[in-house]
């Protein structure tokens, strides 16, 4: 079942919906409002030489995981094309981009069971796909990407989980998602759709 989401979310008031938007907005600008001279890139690259801090792509890491590790709050990572089999935990406000939606791939590598991209912090990501491990259908536990900060999300593709995207706290803006073979596209923790965030373009295909 195909289902195709314009400004899927529907706030129930104009003012509740000024207030979280804002709100949201707010809270991105306080924490990604960093020096940009000391803000730096960290690459990944499967063509990289693998030599902290990993600040070109000559020297990119071979794991996502080694560029976060070796980022500091407010750093941007920058993964190049290709498969990457790891799991990803992201405890620092960072933003991560994908050099190719369609080519830069994050697969699930079991490290933390079925949940393949953990986010404990502010953070955006931005043209990744996400592919959780291949028996993930089987469990409530899976989750492409999973926020427990506000987040914000921009092209980006979730396949084969129970749960797609699933937000555990105030403040998410996702945007521009394809969601494939999956039980339950976004899912809200603690609290309705209004009161969290806004979803908008999401092309969402349920496995049935």
Not at 20 to 31: E, S
Not at 91 to 119: H, P
Not at 170 to 191: A, K, Q
Request: net charge negative; glycine share 6%.
């Amino acid at each position: 079942m195909m289902i195709t989401c314009q400004n899927a979310i529907n706030q129930p008031s104009q003012r509740m919906a000024w207030y979280n938007h804002a709100l949201l907005l707010l809270c991105f600008l306080i924490f990604f409002a960093v020096d940009s001279t000391q803000a730096q890139i960290h690459f990944v690259s499967k063509s990289g030489s693998n030599t902290p801090p990993y600040m070109s792509w000559i020297t990119a890491a071979h794991k996502i995981q080694d560029a976060i590790n070796a980022s500091n709050r407010g750093d941007t990572v920058l993964i190049g094309v290709g498969n990457y089999y790891d799991s990803i935990k992201v405890d620092k406000r960072l933003t991560i981009i994908g050099e190719n939606v369609d080519e830069t791939i994050i697969r699930g590598d079991s490290v933390f069971g079925w949940q393949t991209f953990l986010v404990y912090d502010t953070c955006r990501i931005e043209g990744v796909t996400v592919i959780t491990r291949y028996d993930s259908l089987r469990t409530e536990l899976s989750y492409g990407i999973a926020a427990f900060m506000p987040i914000m999300i921009d092209n980006c593709i979730v396949k084969n989980a129970h749960k797609g995207i699933r937000i555990l706290n105030y403040g998410f803006e996702i945007s521009d998602v394809v969601l494939t073979n999956i039980i339950v596209g976004v899912s809200m923790i603690f609290h309705t759709p209004q009161e969290v965030g806004k979803l908008s373009n999401a092309n969402i295909s349920v496995s049935e």
